[in-house]
């Protein structure tokens, strides 16, 4: 039988037994685990604090590689790789890195220090260069965002013989190094190789893939003296790269003791980069106030303003707190000041902006060592150093988005609750306005038949309230001759103006105590006493819900009754006058 050697064939070869079988799928599964880890090569780590680190921001990601771990060493580097997610909000004082190893090859284990980050045109690739302890012959190492890989970049142009030997002689400790993002050329300027100090120039072209990445120039920018970690950084607007900083002398412990002035800078055009004739021009800056000489401080770009941060002291490496700001429109340096930032000042940190209003300065350390936090955020919007980091872009937007929705719903929900009230208001409205125009003509009606009848009241007619509400049930009164009963008004809410039954004398009297117009005709007494009826006795019959009847006799000395005897047969209906108290 032919035996597989697939990893992951479940053929049990002849003569295996089932333990060697069991042996065989544990195999199968490491090797399982250890192709996902290359997938996505991350693992629980802590951080090691580090100073003088490579690092890039690509995609709203930071990247952060190698180091220096030990001050009093300058050779104890690390090949410490990270990456932290800016589009998540974060506390300094539990940042969530994400550990990442790639395997076991010489580009991915290359301890770094003194090197420097950058991202690729395309933002897929990050690239360290410029590192203290080469490995091979490439002076750049490529790490690839999709396949999760290192590479090595092309050998530089012109070298000839023993490549290795004599990349080991450039290794170009200490660069200048930024991205001309508008043609995706690398630059990379001065440093110090394994002799001295040089202003040798090499351009990376990084629209390439990350194998085939070419060096398209390597020479001397003879305009620009030999720098030692001179300041690079790239300006858009004048489609050209800044170089400014740097020292030009080292003692022979390699510390720097003689770093250039801030009053002149250069600028290296694009377009003679393209042509493979870099070009620098000198400016001398404006204005009598600059930053004192500094190595391995912190620079970032926004607007047209470049921010430089600490940095070091010639000769005694004294950590520096002064920050600076470079107008470049004007060529003017002005001094500025951060709230809650390092009272001992800062140097070999490196700093990237994360988003408009935030930068996040990773590493770093002052006179008493690393620093206690490995990140800061520095939020410009009010020019302070924080602790908390709060994620950009769609976080915010979706903040906004979510106040604005709720304001819509809200509105929306007033503006139906207001229009809601006015369709009542305005149906309300029209019914009273059908209602006054069914009202007018009965009204009208009732007011002609009060008129006739208060007219007829004066030969001796008796006055009929139009509306009483004292009695909602049947009544029977009976006067002074019992044989003529004078039924009470029956339920009238539906009369709208109709006479009611003729009323007994004693029901013309208003509750208030106010008098109901005396009749003239014949019969009456001429001594009117308040207008009051005089009558015998008076009963009263109400007939309830189940229907019995009950009466109630009234006797004639109740000051109701007291006056004139009433005169049946007589009967007005007429509104009662109103008496003003």
Known sequence: MVRSTHPFSQQVPAGTTPAAHQGLISRTIALTIALVALV?????????????????????????????????????????????????????????????????????????????????????????????????????????????????????????????????????????????????????FGGRNATAITNEISILNTTKPSDQMTWSYRGYLNAVPALYAPILTYLPWQNATLIMGGCDHMDTDEIPTQCASFDTVYTLSSDSIRSATPQATQISLRGTAFPPPRVFTCTFLRNNNIYMVGGGEPLTMKPLADIWILNTKNWTWTQTTMSNSPSKGIMGHSCQIANYDQVVVVGGHDTDGFLQRPLSVIKLRNMTWSNNYYAPGVSMGAKVGLGVSVIVVLG??????????????????????????????????????????????????????????????????????????????????????????????????????????????????????????????????????????????????????????????????????????
Request: no cysteine; net charge neutral; glycine share 6%.
């Open 40 to 188: 996505n090569p991350t693992s629980a780590e802590t951080y090691q604090p580090v100073s003088y680190p490579a690092t890039a921001v690509l995609e709203n990601r930071l990247f952060v590689y190698g180091g220096l771990t030990n001050l009093s060493s300058p050779t104890s580097f690390t090949s410490q790789f990270l990456t932290l997610q800016l589009d998540d909000d974060f506390d300094t004082d539990k940042i969530p890195w994400e550990f990442h190893t790639e395997g076991s090859s010489s580009y991915s284990s290359m301890a770094t220090a003194m090197a420097s980050g950058s991202p690729s045109k395309d933002y897929n690739r990050f690239i360290v260069t410029g590192n203290r302890n080469n490995v091979g012959r490439s002076p750049a190492t490529v790490y690839d965002t999709d396949s999760h890989t290192w590479s090595p970049a092309a050998d530089l142009p012109e070298i000839t013989g023993n490549a290795t030997t004599q990349m080991q002689d450039y290794r170009s400790d200490s660069p200048g190094v930024a991205l001309d993002t508008k043609n995706g050329m690398l630059i990379e």
């Open 412 to 581: 929306a929900i007033a503006a139906g609750l207001f229009l809601r009230r006015r369709r009542a208001r305005a149906t309300a409205a029209n019914a009273s306005k059908r209602r006054a125009s069914v009202d007018r003509p009965e009204n009208n009606t009732g007011q002609r038949r009060r008129v006739k009848r208060s007219q007829s009241s004066r030969s001796g007619g008796d006055v009929l309230p139009q509306h009483n509400d004292h009695h909602r049930q049947h009544h029977h009164h009976y006067s002074s001759e019992p044989s003529s009963p004078i039924f009470l008004h029956q339920s009238h809410n539906s009369n709208n103006g109709i006479p009611l039954e003729p009323l007994a004398d004693h029901e013309r009297t208003l509750r208030s105590g106010a008098e109901w117009p005396l009749p003239s005709g014949p019969g009456d007494d001429t001594s009117h006493s308040f207008g009051v009826d005089k009558i015998t006795s008076h009963s009263h019959s109400t007939r309830s819900m189940n229907g019995s009847t009950s009466s109630t006799v009234v006797e004639p000395t109740s000051p109701r009754f007291e006056g004139r005897q009433q005169q049946p047969g007589a009967v007005v209906d007429m509104v009662p006058p109103t008496i003003s108290s």
